[in-house]
């Protein structure tokens, strides 16, 4: 499998990342708030023990992909857009992302695997952290959409022009109070879109070379 071909499948990165983070988040569902109680913190956990540790797995596994997918849109765009530097910005937001989602899911593990065995205080302190350490999610999806948004502007027919606007606003919007839909549902579905695109695209044969004239 030659490399062109590597890439067409590297593609699909972004269909994995975009399908496991929204069962992610649908599957681990809405926590207490902030200020819950102790108790209603302690209750919440052990009822959802299963579905808190299965989104934690789903948004591990999609994290992966993810970075994946950066690399292969930065190596897709690369040789067809004068932004580089822009798509080099794209590609440090989703490591952002990555890294802040990581802490996230480590304190939601952690939190569902010692509901019983810490005081219902310490667990509240988890929950909190869980709640509002969140800045580095919505500022990684600010960067990387907008990053790759405006590359995608600035391409030779990559991917649709369109699709580099939406991104853009949608970056912007990340880090407003609404930045949770960014999150949430909007960058999984642009991911999912993206990614079948430029399987597509590469899919297509290349355009026959003009005939020399003498």
């Known amino acids: 499998m030659g490399g062109r071909d590597w890439g067409r499948w590297a593609s699909w990165t972004g269909v994995v990342f975009g ?17 819950a109680s102790p108790q209603k913190v302690v209750a919440y956990y052990s009822s959802h023990h299963s579905g808190q540790q299965a989104s934690v797995f789903l ?7 993810g970075l994946f997918f950066a690399g ?52 509240q302190a988890l929950n909190v952290l869980q709640n509002d350490v969140f800045f580095g999610l919505l500022v990684g999806t600010c960067v990387f959409l907008i990053g790759n ?8 027919a990559a991917l649709p022009t369109w699709l580099g606007w939406v991104a853009a606003a949608l970056g912007a919007l990340a880090v407003t109070p609404i930045g949770w839909i960014v999150l949430l549902f909007a960058l999984p579905l642009w991911s999912v879109i993206v990614g079948v695109l430029m399987f597509l695209r590469q899919a297509a044969p290349a355009p026959a070379a003009a005939p020399a004239t003498g």
């Open 149 to 156: 948004g405006l590359a995608i502007v600035r391409s030779a």
């Open 59 to 65: 948004i591990a596994y999609a994290l992966i992909f």
């Open 72 to 123: 292969a849109l930065r190596s897709y765009l690369r040789p067809r857009s004068n932004g580089d530097g822009l798509i080099a910005v794209g590609l440090a937001g989703m490591a952002v992302l990555a890294a802040s989602a990581a802490v996230l899911a480590g304190i939601n593990f952690a939190a569902t695997d010692v509901t019983t065995k810490i005081s219902p205080d310490a667990l």
């Open 19 to 35: 399908v496991l983070l929204f069962l992610g988040v649908m599957v681990g569902g809405s926590t207490p708030d902030s200020d």
